[in-house]
T-cell receptor, first 112, second 114 residues
Framework: KNQVEQSPQSLIILEGKNCTLQ??????????LRWYKQDTGRGPVSLTI?????NTKSNGRYTATLDADTKQSSLHITASQLSDSASYIC???????????FGKGNQVVVIP | EAQVTQNPRYLITVTGKKLTVTCSQN?????MSWYRQDPGLGLRQIYYSMNVEVTDKGDVPEGYKVSRKEKRNFPLILESPSPNQTSLYFC?????????????FGDGTRLSIL
C-alpha cells in the first residue's frame, strides 16, 4: 500500500480561481514533507519543504500546510494561472535514513 | 547555471542491447539518485548514491546497475534491457542525503525498449 496518497487525482480549474490539493501519509518516523511541481516534459521542481514543527509555508501563490498529528498536508494555489497547469507531487521523507515515499501526483489543468 | 543534465533525452532501442544513460550535476552535490516514472505509479527510486563509490538499492533496482566513480557523474546502466523497462527516467541530486534537502531533478530520459 502506498504510504502517500494524494487527492484529487486530477482537476480542472478556471484561470484566476483557487484550488487545494490534498496529501495524506502514513510514513513513520516522519522527517519532512515536500511538494514538487512537475511541468509536462520536465523534471519535478521543489516548491516547499516542511518539517514536523512547521504548520505552513508559502512560495509565492503556493501555500502548503502540514498537520503532523493527522498526517495530512495540503497545497493551496491562489489566483491560478495557466502556467500552474502541472502535476503536483507530495514527497515524505523518513527520519533517520534517506528513504523517500512519493505520492502519485495531482494533475492540475488551468483553463482560460 | 546549476543543473542536472541527462543524456540522451530520448532513446528507442531493442531488447538485450546494453545502454547507458548519463547523469551529471554541477552543484558539487554528494547525493544522487535515479528514478523511473510510470503512468499510475508515480516516481519510484531505482538506485541512489550517498557519495563517491557509495551506492545502494532503491525500491526497484532489478535490471539496473549504477556506478559513482566521480562526484558529478552517476550513470544508469541497463545491461540487457527488456520491454518492461520502457519508462521515463529521472536523475536527481541534493547537497547531502535525500531527507533534509530538496532534490534537483534533470529533465528526464524517455526510454523505449522494443
Amino acid at each position: 500500500k502506498n504510504q502517500v496518497e494524494q487527492s484529487p487525482q486530477s482537476l480542472i480549474i478556471l484561470e484566476g480561481k483557487n484550488c487545494t490539493l490534498q496529501c495524506n501519509y502514513t510514513v513513520s518516523p516522519f522527517s519532512n514533507l515536500r511538494w514538487y511541481k512537475q511541468d509536462t516534459g520536465r523534471g519535478p521542481v521543489s516548491l516547499t519543504i516542511m518539517t514536523f514543527s512547521e504548520n505552513t509555508k508559502s512560495n509565492g501563490r503556493y501555500t502548503a500546510t502540514l498537520d503532523a498529528d493527522t498526517k495530512q498536508s495540503s497545497l493551496h494555489i491562489t489566483a491560478s494561472q495557466l502556467s500552474d497547469s502541472a502535476s503536483y507531487i507530495c514527497v515524505v521523507s523518513f527520519y533517520g535514513n534517506n528513504r523517500l515515499a512519493f505520492g502519485k501526483g495531482n494533475q492540475v489543468v488551468v483553463i482560460p | 547555471e546549476a543543473q542536472v543534465t541527462q543524456n540522451p533525452r530520448y532513446l528507442i532501442t531493442v531488447t538485450g542491447k546494453k545502454l547507458t544513460v548519463t547523469c551529471s550535476q554541477n552543484m558539487n552535490h554528494e547525493y544522487m539518485s535515479w528514478y523511473r516514472q510510470d503512468p499510475g505509479l508515480g516516481l519510484r527510486q531505482i538506485y541512489y548514491s550517498m557519495n563517491v563509490e557509495v551506492t545502494d538499492k532503491g525500491d526497484v533496482p532489478e535490471g539496473y546497475k549504477v556506478s559513482r566513480k566521480e562526484k558529478r557523474n552517476f550513470p544508469l546502466i541497463l545491461e540487457s534491457p527488456s520491454p518492461n523497462q520502457t519508462s521515463l527516467y529521472f536523475c536527481a541530486s541534493s547537497l547531502q542525503g535525500a531527507s533534509n534537502q530538496p532534490q534537483h531533478f534533470g529533465d528526464g530520459t524517455r526510454l523505449s525498449i522494443l
